[in-house]
């Protein structure tokens, strides 16, 4: 009896998920969230060095490549090897049917987008938002998609937004910077550095971050070009 491929036998979203979540924990340090750090190796693309069936891959997976750097997993089992195999087909899959222009992407992100009117990439930008430079070395395609359609899904604990109201009737929301049982300090809308001392404050607290949801306008190839050209910000990456 012939093996089956790995994606016949784990074909629910519940497998494809424990796919994804196995390859952060075996692959990505190495491989990049998106699986394209490897010269030669695009695995969000099934881009191999050689075209390997899934069976294939659940060995290299689990017993790794002797005279490459690529090592054994000794703690990952055959059933989790296979579903990380379905997990990258179907990711390649998506990926291929939804293909993005890097530099379409830029000019939407620098023109009628205005992210920089928030964002910094390479010294130019604001400093209100999260610095952008090298975030496809910590943001899969898929993170980065889900973060221009809701933005308030996928927050990192260093970008958090924060609101107070003072004493006075003064409200403020910026970025957290600081926070403890005394006090806050937080860049505000205006990028300037603000403190406040609890004791003055109405109320604080942590809020939503004031990025936009992309409109209706924005067609899903806008959507994809804008993915591809944040998937290409690698500033830092060994080359």
């Not at 860049?187 to 949801?213: A, V």
Request: proline share 5%; charged share 20%; hydrophobic share 35%.
């Amino acid at each position: 009896m012939g093996v089956q491929p790995a994606v016949a036998q784990h074909e629910t979203a519940s497998d494809l998920v424990s796919g994804g979540n196995a390859f952060r924990q075996y692959c990505a340090n190495c491989h990049g969230p998106d699986g394209d750090l490897i010269a030669q190796v695009d695995l969000g693309h099934n881009n191999f060095r050689q075209p390997y069936s899934d069976a294939q891959l659940v060995g290299i997976i689990m017993n790794g490549i002797p005279g490459t750097p690529m090592p054994s997993t000794p703690r990952i089992t055959e059933t989790q090897a296979g579903m990380l195999v379905a997990w990258l087909r179907s990711l390649g899959e998506r990926e291929a049917s939804l293909a993005g222009d890097v530099a379409r992407g830029r000019t939407i992100f620098e023109g009628r987008g205005e992210c920089l009117d928030c964002h910094m990439i390479n010294g130019t930008g604001s400093v209100l938002g999260p610095d952008l430079s090298s975030i496809a070395l910590v943001r899969s395609s898929d993170e980065l998609r889900d973060s221009l359609l809701a933005p308030s899904a996928i927050v990192q604990p260093n970008n958090r937004f924060y609101s107070v109201v003072t004493k006075a009737g003064e409200a403020v929301t910026g970025r957290l910077l600081n926070h403890d049982a005394f006090s806050v300090q937080l860049l505000d809308q205006n990028q300037r550095l603000r403190y406040f001392d609890k004791s003055t404050l109405d109320d604080f607290g942590f809020s939503d971050p004031d990025m936009p949801t992309l409109g209706a306008d924005y067609s899903e190839q806008d959507v994809a070009d804008l993915v591809a050209y944040m998937a290409s910000l690698r500033r830092g990456a060994a080359q």
